[in-house]
């Protein structure tokens, strides 16, 4: 079956854009979770849903956002782009979320210039 | 907040030795993960825990809930074990998403 799809891949911004990023999970999984991975903070926690709604968020500033669909896509969002947002974006899919095993995406790789 | 301190952070090994990383985490937890990121940044679960031990093909992983410490161990490593192997914890409760250690960069020479 396929797995969870990230797109884009890759994506070059620009400081003070916006950008949005895309994450399918796998069919029958509800619960869709994101993380940001740099080399000096490692992976960190960004946020997580089910069922359309937002059940835990990271500590991140409001500049990161993120929404899930009925059909439990799951869209993040980074406002007015920083320097220190280029990383590797994650999102990973669970049939439930707590305590259930995770399947991540590839990740999309961020730049910002 | 729950601090999760992995070691080693670096390890080279000869093909077919035996392997073991560590985990130990500040706060009690409902669930452990052991991940694995090879280059490129693609990352696989390989083990949720909550007690005890479990085993998949040549990788076991055991945690001890009292000690707050959890292992990973590779038996008969071979190179395309070369990878970096992540611990992650969610706290009791579920309240708040994982917390992940540093990782543990290993490399297996043939």
């Known amino acids: 079956k396929a797995g969870v799809t990230q797109t884009p891949r890759y994506l070059i911004k620009t400081r003070g854009q916006q950008v949005t990023l895309s994450c399918s999970p796998i069919?029958?999984?509800?619960?869709v979770s994101w993380y940001q991975q740099t080399p000096g903070q490692g992976l960190q926690f960004l946020f997580e849903?089910?069922?359309?709604?937002?059940?835990n968020k990271g500590n991140f500033p409001g500049r990161f956002s993120g929404r899930q669909f009925s059909n439990s896509r799951s869209e993040m969002n980074v406002s007015t782009l920083e320097l220190g947002d280029s990383a590797l974006y994650l999102c990973?899919?669970?049939?439930?979320?707590?305590?259930?095993?995770?399947?991540f995406g590839s990740g999309t790789r961020l730049t910002v210039v | 907040k729950n601090e999760v301190e992995q070691s080693p952070q670096n390890l080279t090994a000869q093909e077919g030795e035996f392997i073991t990383i560590n985990c130990s985490y500040s706060v009690g937890i409902s669930a452990l993960h052991w991940l694995q990121q090879h280059p490129g940044g693609g990352i696989v679960s390989l083990f949720m825990l909550s007690s005890g031990k479990k085993k998949h093909g040549r990788l076991i992983a055991t945690i001890n809930i009292q000690e707050k410490h959890s292992s990973l161990h590779i038996t008969a490593s071979h190179p395309r074990d070369s990878a970096v192997y992540i611990c992650?914890?969610?706290?009791?409760?579920?309240?708040?998403?994982?917390?992940f250690g540093k990782g543990t960069h290993l490399i297996i020479q043939p």
């Open positions: 069919s029958g999984h509800r619960s």
């Open positions: 992650a914890v969610r706290e009791g409760g579920g309240a708040d998403g994982l917390t």
């Open positions: 849903y089910f069922s359309e709604t937002q059940r």
């Open positions: 990973a899919s669970s049939l439930q979320g707590t305590d259930y095993g995770y399947t």
